[in-house]
């Protein structure tokens, strides 16, 4: 009972932030709107049970991303005013499209048979995954951490002034 | 020698393709192939004759088509008529050629005169050795070709191209009720074999009223080939053309066919009932004899009056024919044939020094063309009929039988011999004695190459003649004869008398012209009428042109008229609905045939125009679309 | 009510396709930018979920969503940097009125 109130209101708090992430006309409250809804994804990655995922969520989405998006905001001048059209025209037919992906996926994901699992969860959730990332995926941490990597210097000479 | 004849028309008709081809390549440009020819073929008709004249005859033939069961058959034959025309046409045509190497000198088409006379000689002797009407009949028209090729010689002149065509257009309505007469001799005895054709006539199966019209018919062909009234009105007009064409086609030759005819024909004239087919003939002559002598008259243009002289004395062969003197009429063929040539030659020696024909514009020639003068005196005699010369001999035979048989054409053939007399004695006077009367005229007298045939003619005008006198038992007589047309013995009283008539003739020109006793304008004043009908030549060309020529142009107008509108009419319009149609086609090809090239071309380009505004270049519209495609697949994916 | 596997698929479906109108409508290219990180996070709700209620002695989806979330910080990062280059040359950030390269 607990978990499933718990469950709406994180819900919430994720989705009405989304709509208005993706409706507003000021820029700046767009971005900002950004933040209650990381904050509510990462509760419910806490729902269920993924706790570094949650941590690792705050620290770079709700932290880095956000403040990195209003930074190129306030850098760029299109955040200026609630004057400027904000939409394209392209508004009642990806309307449409959303609600009928949405209404579709729901209709798959609502007629599945999902399977139960049988296993139980690891006690320690960040030294389990600690372990996975240097034994069985060592391959992707490293070639994320490359990733990484080029897309710091790639950012920072494309986003270079040119003098 | 004689199955060897056919040769003779063969040579010159060698010639002629020798020289249309060789032109001016040819030896004397043509004139020594003319007269090597023509010479060859007289020596071969002298062969012959003397071949005849012992004996001799030959017949041959071979089928050359078959119509309606009908062996159709060509051939020749040799014998004393075809012996004695190879004679008349080989000799005259040579001196006449020879004479021509003077009297053509010069001119433009001269090998193209030779081949054309050779082409004529060749035909003529075609025309004679036939022994059937068929190869008959082609000769005739082939010499009535070449009179209109010789004719229109100088075609450039209006007048003499206008002669060409009435002379072969005049010809061709004698020659059309010739055919006809063919045509019904050979439906009533399937043969046009000569012999064949005899044999049927006395046998009784062709005969009555059937056979005179047959034999008029064909004597249709001689009147038109001999100038016969009413188809006289050719020859004057034809000569337009050169002299020595006038000499051979038109005095001594081509005309004397028509009297062939006759002769070569005569069972056919003889077996009508009571000779009436003969009367015509005779009557037909008669007639011509007169009137062209009156005419002869009061002609100017010395080439007229011979012309008109020529017509008189085919006349007077046909008059001889139609009285039953056979032999006459063929005798005096042949001593006209001289005569007639020798006159025209020496006018033609006139004519090429004085350069004009008209003789009153001349004059006292005799001095200046001596030989010419003396040549042309031989000749006004043997015309006029005076002994020994050679007219005499056969005009007196016609007239003694004229005599015997019908009193009304004696005395036209006595009056016609006055006349005769008359007229070629005025000429004489005019053109050789008094003085020069044209004062631009240089005479002189002509070459030898001219001057020696006309002596050789004269020669033949004083002897030949004497191949029908009678102190030896008249020879020609024995020879050229028909069984029941025996001539009437020799009697000297007519014979004075006759001489009488001619002599008078001639002391009146003389009288007229040359003393001035009696004054030509008196005379004309005193026949008033007649003299105007006799110089307007008794308005026969003026009945032609009103009754003949112009409903014949009417005619041609209307029927142009036709051509022109109904004919044409239909034609173009035929041609105009075919572009009407194609208009149509048009139209079709325009809207749509290419209406659907253009439809397609427009279905792509108005589709590209349509289908580029997918290219936005913009990602957000890819990606709806790409949204849409996925809500799409999974539409799919759900309803399977 | 038990919470299931499904409601947090359906959570993270809608919260997808809020972040595909955001990608499709939107003319500023920051606000693109929003759209695909709501999307990134949808996803990573989906794996998170699946890892807990298919295969909870795993790790996988776990590991996934924490290379995704570095991974989206790499594009983030890369594509603001992008966001800049283009402003500073054709003075905008309005998708539609980028059009150099359009025909």
Same mark, same amino acid.
């Given at each position: ?18 709509? =208005?992430? =993706?409706?507003?006309?000021?820029? =700046? ?61 392209? =508004? ?72 | ?118 082409? !004529? ?18 000769? $005739? ?16 002149? +209006?007048?003499? &191209? ?71 009105? $050719? ?37 009508? +009932? ?6 015509? /003939? ?12 009156? #005419? ?33 009429? /063929? ?50 005699? &043997? ?6 010369? @050679?007219?005499? $001999? ?34 004489? #006077?005019?053109? !050789? ?37 009678? $102190? ?74 009103? @009754? ?29 609905? !075919? ?62 | ?35 695909? %990180? ?52 054709? %003075?905008?950030?309005?998708?539609? %009125? ?6």
């Amino acid at each position: 009972m607990g978990e499933l109130a718990a469950f709406i209101i994180l819900s919430c708090v994720t989705l009405i932030p989304a709509v =208005v992430v =993706v409706t507003s006309g000021n820029i =700046v409250r767009s971005a900002l709107s950004l933040v209650p809804t990381f904050l509510g994804v990462t509760g419910l990655y806490i729902l269920l049970h993924a706790e570094f995922v949650a941590g690792i969520q705050i620290l770079i989405y709700a932290g880095a991303i956000t403040v990195l998006l209003l930074f190129v905001i306030m850098l760029t001048a299109g955040g200026t005013g609630t004057r400027i059209r904000q939409v394209n025209e392209q =508004v009642p037919l990806g309307a449409m499209a959303a609600v009928w992906l949405g209404f579709l996926i729901l209709l798959v994901i609502f007629r599945t048979p999902w399977q139960s699992a049988a296993t139980a969860a690891p006690q320690y959730n960040i030294a389990s995954v600690g372990t996975a990332f240097l034994t069985d995926y060592v391959l992707i941490f490293e070639v994320t951490s490359l990733v990484l990597l080029v897309s710091l210097i790639g950012a920072i000479i494309i986003a270079r002034r040119e003098e | 020698m004689l199955p060897y004849a056919w040769i003779i028309p063969v040579l010159p008709f060698i010639g002629f393709w020798w020289i249309i081809f060789a032109g001016r390549r040819a030896p004397g440009q043509g004139a020594y192939v003319a007269i090597g020819a023509m010479i060859g073929a007289a020596v071969l008709s002298v062969a012959a004759f003397i071949e005849v004249l012992r004996g001799a005859r030959y017949d041959t033939s071979l089928v050359w088509a078959t119509v309606l069961n009908r062996p159709l058959e060509v051939g020749f034959q040799v014998d004393p008529l075809t012996s004695v025309m190879l004679l008349i046409v080989t000799v005259v045509g040579s001196l006449i050629f020879v004479y021509s190497i003077g009297y053509m000198q010069g001119d433009p088409r001269y090998p193209r005169f030779f081949a054309y006379m050779s082409l !004529f000689a060749s035909s003529m002797l075609l025309l004679v050795l036939s022994n059937n009407f068929l190869s008959l009949y082609a000769g $005739w028209e082939l010499v009535g070709l070449c009179s209109y090729l010789l004719i229109g010689f100088w075609f450039e002149r +209006p007048a003499a &191209a206008r002669a060409s065509m009435k002379a072969f257009v005049t010809t061709r309505v004698g020659d059309f009720f010739m055919f006809l007469g063919i045509l019904l001799i050979f439906v009533q005895l399937g043969t046009l074999n000569f012999d064949g054709i005899f044999a049927g006539v006395e046998t009784g199966r062709f005969a009555g009223g059937l056979l005179t019209l047959a034999a008029v018919l064909v004597f249709g062909g001689a009147v038109g080939k001999s100038a016969q009234v009413p188809l006289h009105v $050719w020859l004057p007009d034809a000569m337009e053309g050169p002299t020595p064409v006038s000499a051979l086609i038109h005095a001594a030759t081509m005309v004397a066919a028509g009297v062939y005819l006759v002769a070569r024909t005569y069972p056919l004239f003889f077996g009508t +009932p009571g000779h009436e087919a003969l009367t015509v /003939v005779a009557y037909i002559g008669g007639i011509t004899a007169i009137m062209a002598a009156t #005419i002869g008259v009061v002609q100017d243009d010395i080439k007229r009056v011979m012309a008109y002289s020529t017509i008189s004395q085919l006349g007077y062969m046909m008059m001889g024919l139609g009285v039953l003197g056979f032999t006459a009429g /063929v005798f005096h063929l042949m001593t006209h044939a001289f005569f007639k040539a020798l006159l025209f030659l020496a006018a033609g020696s006139v004519i090429h020094a004085m350069h004009t024909n008209d003789i009153k514009q001349m004059g006292g020639l005799g001095k200046i063309m001596p030989y010419t003068y003396v040549t042309t005196v031989i000749g006004g005699l &043997a015309l006029a009929g005076i002994p020994p010369f @050679a007219g005499f $001999w056969s005009k007196d035979e016609i007239l003694l039988e004229a005599y015997h048989h019908d009193q009304v054409l004696f005395a036209l053939g006595a009056a016609g011999a006055f006349l005769t007399a008359f007229y070629v004695f005025r000429m004489i #006077i005019y053109t !050789f004695t008094g003085t020069l009367r044209s004062h631009n005229a240089h005479p002189h007298e002509s070459p030898r190459v001219m001057t020696v045939p006309l002596m050789i003619l004269a020669f033949f005008s004083t002897v030949i003649g004497l191949v029908g006198a009678p $102190w030896w038992d008249n020879p020609f007589h024995h020879f050229v004869r028909f069984e029941g047309a025996e001539g009437a013995a020799f009697d000297l009283a007519f014979a004075l008398r006759s001489t009488g008539i001619a002599a008078l003739g001639v002391l009146s020109a003389l009288v007229v012209y040359h003393w001035r006793l009696v004054s030509a304008a008196s005379l004309r004043s005193a026949f008033g009428p007649l003299y105007t009908a006799v110089v307007h030549k008794y308005y026969w060309d003026e009945l032609y042109q009103f @009754a003949v020529i112009r409903p014949v142009v009417w005619a041609a107008r209307q029927l142009r008229t036709f051509d022109v509108y109904v004919i044409d009419g239909v034609v173009n319009a035929i041609g105009a609905g !075919f572009v009407g149609l194609a208009r149509l086609y048009r139209v079709f090809d325009l809207y749509v045939v290419d209406g659907l090239v253009n439809v397609v071309a427009w279905t792509a380009k108005t589709t590209g125009g349509v289908l580029r505004y997918v290219q936005t270049g913009r990602p957000q519209n890819y990606l709806l679309v790409i949204a849409l495609g996925v809500i799409a697949l999974v539409v799919v994916g759900v309803i399977r | 009510m038990h919470v299931g596997l499904t409601h947090y698929l359906a959570v993270s479906t809608m919260l997808f396709c809020i972040g595909l109108y955001g990608v499709l409508t939107r003319r500023n290219a920051v606000a693109i930018l929003m759209g695909i %990180e709501l999307m990134l996070n949808a996803s990573n709700i989906n794996l998170v979920a699946f890892n807990r209620y298919v295969a909870p002695g795993a790790v996988g989806g776990q590991t996934f969503a924490l290379v995704i979330i570095t991974l989206a910080a790499c594009e983030a990062a890369v594509g603001l940097a992008l966001v800049m280059a283009a402003y500073r040359s054709l %003075e905008t950030i309005h998708v539609d %009125e980028i059009n150099v390269m359009k025909w």
